[in-house]
């Protein structure tokens, strides 16, 4: 579809063709001065070409605007050819003739009105794939309908005197006739039947679809009404008042249930606004990218992660007007904003997740609601790689706390039970100094066990020393040949107390899994800050590994920590290579 500035010319004069038909035909019909009952019919007939306009102008790609004008046009422009025939006799021939052709478009507007208005509301698209069926038969109908009145031998409609100039004689008028009655038939039948399905959508929608479809059911309702009172009771020669509300009931009932509904319920991006005492009309009141985020953006800050997934689930929702949207983890993890009822109709990609939506409100997405999901999917994605950082944190800090309670309970605990016992039977039995000096040592021995469970949880030397300090005591007692070097610098300095600690069990774990897994026989432990990066590596001359079959154990966990802080883990390693685990941090001092 072209863009906005190149189409609304064109809307443009679709609206003004319409609306010159109208006003011309009207005043043909009955001269000047007009009476009050014609001005009223005018204005009612300009609202169909104005509301199409209003939409094909600001909703190029929206068919149903398009739609509503060509309506307006076969109307318009019947209207002047029924406006011409009243007024010329039967000469001169190619006047009447024009005047003739003009007038068959009526045949045209009922047809569309019944079925295609009410049909293809709002979105100018078909409900379900089996209304295809439904469709193509109305167009042949309309077909029929509009060849039949064209050629038919008698005028169209009733009031003009003189015969149709193109009119068929002898069999193939009857033939003309039969065509037109049918197609008007079967026309009006479909109508029927599209007002079925719009009541069983009513039925079986939910709250916001009943209010959008309430309106065109009763606008439909009071357009067939009023034509089947015109067609039986005619129209008086002295047009009273009833003549009037059933004339402006198949003009405007539709037109004024469709701008009720566009309004009433914001659809198509347009709504009423109030300022002061004046009415005006808002369009694009759907949020940029922009404007979502820009909304959004003090809530994320302040939000948990998954509670980050939650309001951007709502504003991907709200953007798209769609029915429920969804975002999920790729541990399945989901997160819907509104009622998930229905299948999902687009899903998209956004970082280690996805984003899937169900149905809109009203319509189907377009072009621009894919491109505003593609847009929204950046921050949703960066939302759902921190939420499964912070699962994973939660989870690593849940699986810590397991260990050290599994250790406090094996190891410690079991200690200072056997303690308890011992001087509950030296105390029963009189314990001699023998008793005593082993139940001593008993109390060193898991004292000296609770300082090293204290010092692998948080080991005090970092707290009084510094992280240099820390990492030398850690490798101080160890079995294999270990070289630390550090900054000259970095022993004076200290850093955030998270920042520290996470370096340190980076550089234990390291060591660990060298000495335990990788048969090193030398380790060699670097720190250093360069350019706002504090910075630590170990290297050991193992047997190596393949970082694939261990990307979810300990030192993953220790990345996903650093990654928390704003820094990264990297390990090069392969099987007989050895090792290198780089971890580093913003830190600066």
Known sequence: MKSTAAVRPLAAGMAAVAAAGIVAGALLETGLPAPASQWAFMVIALLPPALGWLIAARRPDNAYGWLLLATADCFGLGGLGIGLLTRLGPDPYWPIVVAAVLSSGFPVFYGLSWVFVPLLFPDGRLPSRRWRVVAVTAAAAIAAYWLGVLFMPVGYPDEVEHANPLGLRGPLGLVTVLLASVGQLVAFLLALVVLGGLLTRLWRGDPAERGRLGWMVAGLLANLGAFIVITVAGVSETYDAADVVGVLGVVGALPAAIGAAVLRHDLLDIRVGVRGSRLYLVFDVRPTVDE??????????????????????????????????????????????????????????????????????????????????????????????????????????????????????????QQLVALIAGLELARATGGGAESLALLREQARQA???????????????????????????????????????????????????????????????????????????????????????????????????DPRAVARRGLATLADRMAALGGGLETTAGPGEGARVRAWVTANV
């Not at 709502?314 to 229905?342: I, M, Y």
């Not at 949703?380 to 849940?398: W, Y």
């Not at 005090?460 to 160890?478: F, K, M, T």
């Open 292 to 413: 979502l985020l820009s909304r959004l953006g003090p809530d994320l800050e302040e939000a948990e992660p998954v509670e980050q997934l939650g309001r951007l689930a709502q504003a991907v929702r709200a953007g798209l007007d769609a029915r429920w949207a969804a975002v999920e983890l790729a541990d399945g993890t989901r997160v819907v904003a509104g009622e998930e009822r229905g299948d999902a109709v687009l899903t998209v990609p956004a970082g280690l997740g996805r984003i899937t939506c169900g149905p809109k409100a009203a319509g189907r997405l377009t072009r621009d609601d894919r491109r505003l999901l593609a847009a929204l999917a950046v921050p949703v994605g960066l939302a759902i790689r921190s939420a499964a950082l912070a699962a994973r944190l939660v989870n690593a800090q849940e699986a810590e706390r397991r260990r050290i309670e599994r250790n406090i309970h094996d190891g410690v605990q």
């Open 447 to 545: 004292l000296a066990d609770l300082r090293d469970l204290a010092a692998g949880i948080h080991p005090s030397v970092l707290s009084q020393g510094g992280l240099v300090e820390a990492v030398e005591g850690r490798c101080s007692a160890l079995p294999v040949a270990t070289t630390v070097t550090a900054d000259p610098a970095l022993r004076t300095r200290r850093f955030p107390d998270e920042i520290e600690g996470a370096m340190y069990f980076v550089v234990s774990e390291a060591i660990a899994n060298a000495l335990k897994h990788a048969g090193a026989s030398r380790i060699e432990v670097r720190l250093w800050h360069d350019a706002g990066r504090l910075q630590a590596s170990v290297t050991d001359d193992g047997t190596g590994f």
